[in-house]
């Protein structure tokens, strides 16, 4: 997807809701800056679960909540786990409160774009912008040269394949949810769906720190708990979440570890180890 | 109404369209004037029918048409004789063509809004640009000083009592669809529906010189018929429109004469005689 179809495509999501286009599409075109990336409508936690957020500059970490007369509160739909949730809290945020005088508002629009050029601007002084480039969002070979990657460093894969080739492998395709990490064969790298699905009904802790794992087919559960409880290597996860345009990703959570003394054929817990994997 | 409401009821009006919402924005952002009124969708008369225009600018009488990839044609509902329908014959018609590639895009955008600021800057040195006032939109004391008004000054009336007081009456309400010009008692002031309604089946012609009135109501058919040959007077005609966003207005059409040659108990025929209305 190229970045008019991308921009199209986020503006659309606040269509039907008069008040949050105008101030989204105002903020968008004033910026008048294609090396800047937004969001429409991110998910991020909260202390007190989930929350949407209008807009969102991941480069600058800076969210927008437009404060309309009648604001509608979302409703976060059953299928949040498959969501990919930023974890926003020492993000900052600025809100634009919709009053009933568009001078006003305009002031108020003008001053928050003035403020987001002057990040722009800092961030190139310190050389820490990187230009939006949707073509390069996937592609992690920056991280090869660090050695690794932690969870600061947002790394996704469109595709469990692309995945599996950056930790070794050379699949043409690929759908296997585990499988060895060549680059570290006492590893799994993992891409586990956090909804319930066919054979699993996995979840996350809302901290991130643990998953539960429970297999819903009677046929299965005792050969794959037999085979963890043997042989318990620690998993490089990448569950499948979808970023805000629907669109699928596996997204680095961590490597995780089975917890024996918790788990039972019920479910197997896996804990939260470290937050970096090594990628030489 | 105020600009703020009028201005995201008017984009409101752009969304679901994802194109048109996009470009549409971006003019209005960029040309970022307060004085400039705009319309979206607006109906114009073309010599094939009717047609919408994106977007459109009544002061430059200029008119934007965003040619989409895949442009959708927009059916003109049933109800298309209730709508205010702009005769844009010698109006200016710009296009703007989405392709894929936004640079290239937001380049001819600008062009555009350089071109409007062109005008209005164009239209202040002759001072003829009326600022844009919600307020005053109805307010046609001005023409008072004139003397008389015709087609070309858009004149249009909130409701049937604001357009009899403007003729002399002092009504505090009114809904008669026929009274007494106070101004000249030799016509009356027509405010017909040229839509199928209870009594009545109206039609104006396309080139609007002509409405054929057919009462549907045979108990009143040859009152109506004996009081028209009786006393054919003249019609200073108000017919009943909607504006774009569906609020209804009294829009001059000019003065009406009933054509008794041609006219019938079954239908009876109203020529225009004349553009202009005398107001003293």
């Not at 509160?73 to 299928?79: A, G, I, L, Q, R």
């Not at 969501?83 to 009053?99: G, W």
């Not at 894969?157 to 080739?165: G, L």
Request: proline share 4%; charged share 35%.
């Amino acid at each position: 997807m190229n970045k008019q179809e991308y921009i199209i495509r986020q503006i659309a999501r606040t269509n039907k809701k008069g008040f949050e286009n105008y101030v989204v599409t105002r903020i968008w075109h004033l910026l008048d800056d294609l090396d800047i990336k937004f969001m429409t409508q991110q998910y991020v936690k909260r202390p007190s679960g989930f929350a949407l957020t209008d807009l969102y500059f991941p480069q600058f970490q800076l969210h927008i909540e437009i404060d309309e007369p009648f604001h509608k509160h979302y409703k976060v739909e059953d299928d949040e786990r498959e969501l990919d949730i930023i974890n926003a809290i020492d993000h900052e945020l600025e809100r634009i409160k919709v009053i009933d005088d568009i001078v006003v508002l305009h002031k108020r629009i003008e001053r928050l774009v003035v403020k987001i050029k002057s990040y722009k601007k800092a961030h190139k002084q310190k050389g820490k912008f990187k230009e939006w480039n949707p073509e390069k969002e996937f592609d992690l070979s920056h991280l090869k040269k660090k050695g690794s990657f932690n969870l600061e460093d947002n790394a996704a894969f469109r595709t469990i394949k692309d995945a599996c080739n950056f930790f070794g492998h050379h699949y043409k395709s690929c759908q296997i949810a585990l499988i060895t990490n060549k680059l570290n064969p006492k590893q799994h790298l993992w891409f586990p769906k956090f909804y319930k699905n066919q054979d699993w009904d996995n979840q996350m802790s809302s901290d991130g720190k643990r998953i539960t794992e429970k297999c819903n087919n009677p046929d299965k559960r005792q050969k794959h708990f037999d085979r963890i409880t043997k042989k318990p290597l620690d998993r490089v996860t990448f569950p499948r979440v979808k970023d805000n345009l629907g669109f699928v990703m596996y997204k680095f959570k961590g490597i995780f570890r089975p917890n024996l003394t918790e788990s039972n054929l019920d479910q197997i817990i896996y804990d939260r180890i470290t937050c970096e994997v090594k990628i030489v």
